[in-house]
C-alpha cells in the first residue's frame, strides 16, 4: 500500500472530502483538527461503508501471509537444482533412446515430488487454519461506537483505543491521551518507554521523537490514548522494516539449523558427483550415463524429504497439543517451547487453586476486626448494583460472598469517589459518607503500603501480620481518616491514616503443582515466581510445593539494582515480590540478555508487558483479552502440568527430526560413498541411475513415519540445540561403516555368487536399503543395547514394509525394466548375517561416540530482526499483504 491514507474519501456522516497525502511524520506535526481533516475522518470515527471501501482499496493490515499456496508448495519442492539438471538430463537419454530408463527415472522423481509436495502442503493447511483460529483484536471507534475488530482490518482513517499492554495495531497520530506511554525499542533500540502527547512536533521530527504519534508495532506500557490511524501494513514504519525482513514468517534457529545441514550435506554432494563423473569419464563410459549416474548419488545424499517430516512433525504436534489443550498461535511455538530453560510463572491460579476464601478479620491488636470487615466491604474497586458486586477482584469477591460480610451495612454507605487499585501504589480507595454523614477516605491494600500512610501503627499490629504470613495467608491492611466537606479524591489524600485492621485470605496450593514442578524440573526447567504477593506467603507456598526458596527479592529492592547487579542476582532467586508491570518485563529481559529462553506465564493486564518481553508469552483461555493477545501460547486449564505437556512436544519434534538428520549422514552417506567408489573399480555401473532414485524413495516413504516415533525420557531432559559439529562427527564414524558392509556385498555378489550386472545391482540395492531402513532403529535412541527403546508402531510398519518391498522387487514382473535379475536363497541369508552384524557394530560405534563427545546444549542467540519477526506475526492475513 502507498504511504498515502487516503486520496477521496467520505468524511464523518457521509459528506465527501477530498484528503491528501498523510504519513505519520507530516501528520504528527499538524494539529489534531487538521490531521483528521487530511484523512477524511472525524474524532467519531469511519461510516462502516466508508470503512469496507477503504479496506477494499488499501487492503489487509498485514504485513505477513500464512496462506497455503499449492504453487509455492510445489515450487519449493522443485527448486533443488539437482533435481531438475537429473529431470532434464533424463528427457535429453529420452531423444537419445534410452526410453526405458528416462521413463522409470520420470517417475520416480515426480513420486518423490509429489511425496513431500503432499505432506508439506497439508502441514501448510493446518498452519493455515491454526492462524484463522486466532484473532488480535483492536478496539475501533466507529460512528461515535466502540467495537472489537481484527487488527487486519484496521483501515486509514479508523480511531483507535490504546490500552496499557496493547501492541499498537497501526501508525496512528494522537487525538487524546491520559499518561501514555510506549515501548518503541522493536524499532529505535531505545529501552526506556517515550512518553506521548497531543501537541504537534516540529516538522521533520525523527521516528524516535515523533511523541504526537504512536507506532505500530511498539508496545503501550502505561495510561490510555486514543488516535487515529494514518499508515497501515507495509506502509508504516514497521512495517517497511517487517517487509524488509521478508513477507513470510521468519527462519527460525531450528530451520536455520536445518538450512545449515542440508548446504553441508550439497558440499558434499557436489564433490562426489564432480568426481564421480571425472572418473566415468576417464573410463571412456557415455557421458550420459555417467551424468545421469552422478546426479542420482548427489540427489541420493541431498535430504530431500526433511522439510516435509519437519513440516508433519510440527502439523502433528499442533493436533496433539490442542487435544492436551495447548494452543499455539504458530506452529513455530512448539519448536519455542521446547526451547525454555527458565520459566517465570505468577502464583495465583498456577501454583494455588485461584479460589481464593475470605478466612477472617483481624484488628490491629489481634482481636476481631469488626471495623476492618465493614470498612474494607465498602472501599471495593466495583459498583454495588441490587447488592451484588459487578467488575469486582477475586479478593472482593470473597469478602462480599463470606456469609457473615456486612452488605447490608456497606450497601448504606454513599459513594462520592474512588481512586482503583493500581500496581505502583497498590491500594484502592474511596470517598464517603457514612450512615451518619461522616465524610471518611477508606483505603485498602498491601500491609506494607497502608501502614506506611498510618500516622501510628499498634506495636501488636507487626506481630499479627507476621504469623498470617508465616501461615502463608494473604492480607490486606484497612485504613481510614475523616475528611469533613471534602468532595474530590486523588493519591495525596492516602495521607495521615488510622489502621482499622486486616482482612485475611487463603489460597491453598494446588494439589497438581507439586507433581508439574516435578516435571518441569525433569525437563531441564527452572521455575521462578513473579508476583505482587507478599514475599512470605509466595515464599511458603513455594516451600509447600518443593521449590527451593532462598532470599526473595522485592520490587523495592529492585529498583536499587542495576541490570547488571540483578543478572547477578536472578539466578539464585525463585520469588520475585512486590513487583510491578514494569519490574516483571525488566526481569525477564535481563534473564533473556544470559541467552536462555525464557517464558513468562501470566494472566492479568500486569502480565502483558513481560509476556511481550519473554520468548514464549503463556497465558490461559480465562485470562484477560490483553493478556491472551500478549501470548504465543494459551493453555485451556491454568495449570503447569498443560505446559509441561507442551514443552515435552516440543522436544520430541525436535528429537524426532535428528533421527532423520543423523539417519542422513550415517548409511545413506555410506551408501552413496560407496556406489562413488565402486563405480572407479568395477566395469559397469554399480546401480542404474534409476534404480539409486527408487531406492531413495522407498527409504524416504519409509522415514515420513519418524514423527509419530517415541522420544526416550532422557532425551527430553533438557532443551536440545542444533550442533553441526557433532553431525559431521557422526557422518565421519558412521558412514565409514556403512561403507565397510557395501563392500563386503560386493565381494560376496561377485566372488561367491559371480554375479553380472543385473544380479550385482539387485543384491546391493537391497543389502543397501535394508542397511539404511533398519539402522534407525539402532541411531533412535542413544539406549544400549538398542533394544531397550521401542519404535512407534507406524515407524516399525513402515520400515518393514520399505525393505519388504525392496527385497521383493527383484523377483517381480518389472525386474528386468529396472535392471535387476532374481537373486539365489543363499542371498538372502547372506544378507541376515550382514545387517545383523551391521548393527550389531553400529550399537558399539554409538556407545562409543556418545560416550566420548560431549553434547553441549548452546546458548541461543537471536537475531537482530527476530523480535520484529515475532511481533509481525500479530499481523498475519491470508490475503496477500500490500507493500
Known amino acids: 500500500m502507498d504511504r498515502v491514507a487516503v486520496d477521496r474519501v467520505r468524511a464523518d456522516g457521509g459528506a465527501s472530502a477530498e484528503a491528501r497525502p498523510v504519513d505519520l511524520a507530516v501528520a504528527g506535526a499538524q494539529p489534531v483538527d487538521d490531521a483528521l481533516a487530511a484523512l477524511g475522518t472525524s474524532r467519531s470515527g469511519l461510516p462502516e461503508t466508508e470503512r469496507r471501501e477503504r479496506l477494499k482499496r488499501f487492503g489487509p493490515n498485514a504485513v505477513r501471509s500464512h496462506s497455503a499456496r499449492p504453487w509455492q508448495v510445489l515450487g519449493r519442492q522443485l527448486r533443488s537444482p539437482l533435481l531438475l539438471l537429473l529431470a532434464v538430463t533424463a528427457i535429453a537419454s529420452f531423444f537419445v533412446g534410452e526410453h526405458v530408463d528416462a521413463v522409470i527415472i520420470a517417475v520416480i522423481l515426480t513420486a518423490s515430488v509429489g511425496l513431500g509436495f503432499v505432506n508439506e502442503y497439508r502441514a501448510e493447511r493446518a498452519a493455515e487454519a491454526l492462524h484463522e483460529r486466532i484473532r488480535h483484536r483492536a478496539v475501533v471507534l466507529r460512528e461515535s461506537a466502540l467495537e472489537s475488530v481484527d487488527v487486519v482490518d484496521v483501515v486509514p482513517g479508523d480511531v483507535i483505543e490504546l490500552r496499557l499492554g496493547e501492541v499498537v495495531p497501526a501508525d496512528v497520530r494522537l487525538i487524546a491521551v491520559t499518561g501514555l506511554q510506549c515501548d518503541e525499542s522493536v524499532l529505535t533500540g531505545e529501552s526506556l518507554p517515550v512518553d506521548k502527547s497531543v501537541d504537534p512536533v516540529p516538522p521533520g521530527s525523527p521516528l524516535g521523537s515523533l511523541s504526537s504519534g504512536a507506532l505500530m508495532g511498539t508496545l503501550v506500557t502505561a495510561g490510555a490514548g486514543r488516535g487515529v490511524v494514518v499508515a497501515t501494513g507495509g506502509a508504516t514504519e514497521f512495517g517497511r522494516i517487517a517487509l524488509g525482513l521478508g513477507r513470510r514468517h521468519p527462519e527460525t534457529e531450528f530451520q536455520a539449523g536445518l538450512r545449515r545441514f542440508s548446504m553441508l550435506l550439497v558440499k558434499i554432494a557436489a564433490v562426489l558427483t564432480t568426481a564421480i563423473f571425472a572418473v566415468n569419464l576417464v573410463l571412456d563410459r557415455p557421458v550420459l550415463d555417467a551424468l545421469l549416474f552422478s546426479l542420482a548419488i548427489a540427489v541420493g545424499i541431498s535430504p530431500q524429504l526433511l522439510p516435509a517430516v519437519v513440516s508433519t512433525g510440527l502439523a502433528a504436534g499442533s493436533r496433539q497439543l490442542a487435544r492436551r489443550k495447548v494452543l499455539v498461535k504458530r506452529l513455530l511455538c512448539i519448536e519455542d517451547l521446547g526451547d525454555v530453560e527458565v520459566l517465570f510463572t505468577d502464583k495465583t491460579g498456577t501454583l494455588t487453586e ?110 499479627v501480620l507476621n504469623s498470617e504470613f508465616a501461615a502463608g495467608h494473604r492480607v490486606v491492611a484497612v485504613a481510614c481518616r475523616s475528611v469533613p466537606g471534602q468532595e474530590t479524591l486523588d493519591p495525596g489524600d492516602e495521607r495521615d491514616l488510622v489502621l482499622e485492621g486486616f482482612l485475611v485470605f487463603l ?62 542476582r536472578i539466578p539464585d532467586t525463585t520469588v520475585f515480590a512486590r513487583v510491578d508491570p514494569d519490574q516483571k518485563a525488566r526481569i525477564v529481559r535481563v534473564q533473556r540478555r544470559a541467552g536462555l529462553d525464557v517464558a513468562f506465564l501470566g494472566d492479568g493486564v500486569n502480565d502483558a508487558l513481560a509476556l511481550h518481553a519473554a520468548d514464549v508469552g503463556i497465558s490461559v483461555d480465562s485470562a484477560t483479552d490483553v493478556a491472551k493477545d500478549a501470548a504465543d501460547v494459551v493453555l485451556l486449564e491454568k495449570d503447569l502440568q498443560v505446559l509441561a505437556d507442551g514443552v515435552v512436544e516440543g522436544r520430541r519434534i525436535f528429537a524426532n527430526t535428528i533421527k532423520y538428520v543423523l539417519m542422513g549422514t550415517s548409511s545413506n552417506f555410506g551408501n552413496m560413498f560407496s556406489a562413488a567408489g565402486a563405480s572407479a573399480v568395477l566395469p559397469f555401473l554399480p546401480m542404474l541411475p534409476s534404480q539409486i532414485l527408487l531406492n531413495n524413495l522407498l527409504y524416504d516413504s519409509s522415514q515420513l513415519a519418524i514423527p509419530t516415533d517415541h522420544v526416550d525420557p532422557e532425551q527430553l531432559a533438557g532443551p536440545a540445540r542444533w550442533d553441526i559439529g557433532l553431525i559431521r562427527r557422526f557422518m565421519l564414524v558412521f558412514g565409514p561403516i556403512s561403507s565397510l558392509f557395501d563392500f563386503a556385498t560386493f565381494a560376496v555378489m561377485l566372488q561367491v555368487f559371480h554375479a553380472g550386472p543385473p544380479l550385482f545391482r539387485a543384491g546391493w540395492f537391497v543389502e543397501s536399503l535394508a542397511t539404511q531402513t533398519l539402522v534407525l532403529f539402532v ?32 523377483a517381480m514382473p518389472l525386474a528386468h ?18 545387517v545383523l552384524t551391521y548393527l550389531v557394530l553400529v550399537e558399539l560405534g554409538k556407545h562409543w561416540f556418545f560416550r566420548t563427545t560431549p553434547i553441549v546444549t548452546a546458548h541461543r542467540t537471536r537475531t537482530t530482526g527476530h523480535r520484529v519477526h515475532r511481533r509481525a506475526s500479530r499481523f498475519s492475513s491470508a490475503r496477500t499483504p500490500s507493500a
Open 354 to 463: 485461584g479460589r481464593i476464601e475470605f478466612m477472617r478479620a483481624v484488628a490491629p491488636d489481634g482481636g476481631v476486626g469488626d471495623a476492618a470487615l465493614l470498612f474494607g466491604s465498602v472501599c471495593v474497586d466495583a459498583q454495588v448494583q441490587d447488592g451484588r458486586l459487578v467488575d469486582a477482584t477475586a479478593l472482593d469477591t470473597a469478602l462480599w460472598e463470606y456469609p457473615a460480610a456486612p452488605r447490608a451495612s456497606a450497601g448504606r454507605y454513599r459513594r462520592w469517589a474512588t481512586l482503583p487499585f493500581d500496581h505502583r501504589r497498590r491500594l484502592v480507595s474511596v470517598l464517603v459518607d457514612d450512615d451518619a454523614g461522616q465524610r471518611l477516605v477508606i483505603t485498602k491494600g498491601a500491609p506494607e503500603a497502608v501502614l506506611a500512610l498510618c500516622v501510628t501503627v499498634p506495636a501488636a499490629a507487626e506481630g
Open 507 to 568: 489460597d491453598p496450593p494446588k494439589p497438581t503443582a507439586r507433581i508439574a514442578l516435578g516435571r518441569l524440573a525433569a525437563s531441564g526447567i527452572t521455575v521462578k515466581v513473579i508476583t505482587g504477593d507478599n514475599p512470605e506467603v509466595a515464599s511458603h507456598v513455594c516451600a509447600e510445593l518443593g521449590l527451593t526458596v532462598g532470599a526473595a527479592i522485592t520490587g523495592t529492592e529492585l529498583d536499587e539494582l542495576d541490570d547488571d547487579q540483578l543478572a547477578a
Open 779 to 810: 541411531i533412535r535412541t542413544r539406549r544400549s543395547p538398542f533394544y531397550r527403546s521401542h519404535p512407534s508402531v507406524p515407524l516399525l510398519l513402515a520400515a518393514l514394509a520399505a525393505v519388504t518391498v525392496g527385497a521383493a522387487l527383484p
Open 817 to 834: 525394466d529396472l535392471g535387476f535379475s532374481p537373486l539365489p536363497g543363499g542371498f538372502f541369508l547372506a544378507l541376515v548375517l550382514m
